[in-house]
């Protein structure tokens, strides 16, 4: 029978392996979206430069979205990470718990919403200290599509954030 010997060298080597083993969780595989990924193939994305501005006197912004063209059900349970901006919908103290995450600034605020396949609805369990609605983040999580509709807009996808932070390429 052997016994186990531990040396200094063991030790450290093994209290090294385990400080590394939170890191290689965070490191999770993830689909990389851009805005036209939610958009099925074949379908047209209208440009935020077509949408117009407010018109103030019409209707409010919800009344002038405009028609979505479908959605991507292959998406479905997908982890997924996104980049775009905070729309904020409810906080928890200081920080937002749900949002809807927006291609561009300004989307379902200053401009008519775009489409319900470019919005995605954004819950979280940890809040997020956002500093204002024209920060851009990448949003990383499971990913689906969702039909929902709020006073701004009709959104078609849903994503439950395991990480949210500020934007980098």
């Known amino acids: ?49 077509l949408q117009g501005l407010i018109d103030h006197e019409q209707a ?3 009344n002038q979205q405009p028609q979505s063209s479908g959605v991507r059900t292959d998406l479905n349970g997908q982890i997924v990470r996104l980049p775009g901006f905070i729309v904020p919908i409810d906080y928890s103290g200081t920080g937002v718990t749900a949002f809807i995450l927006v291609p561009f600034v300004g989307a379902c605020v200053h401009v008519p919403p775009p489409p319900a396949n470019q919005l995605v609805f954004v819950t979280t369990q940890e809040p997020y ?27 078609a996808y849903a994503l439950s954030a395991d990480r949210i932070e500020p934007f980098r390429s």
């Open 1 to 49: 029978m052997v016994t186990p010997y531990l040396s200094r060298r063991n030790l450290i080597v093994s209290l090294v392996a385990c400080g590394l083993t939170p890191q290689l969780a965070w490191a999770e595989e993830y689909i990389d979206l851009d805005w036209k990924d939610l958009v099925p193939k074949g379908e047209t994305i209208i440009p935020p430069m």
């Open 60 to 62: 409010p912004l919800r």
């Open 129 to 155: 200290e956002s500093s204002g609605m024209f920060e851009s983040v990448n949003v990383v999580g499971m990913f689906g599509v969702s039909s929902m509709s709020t006073q701004l807009a009709d959104i």
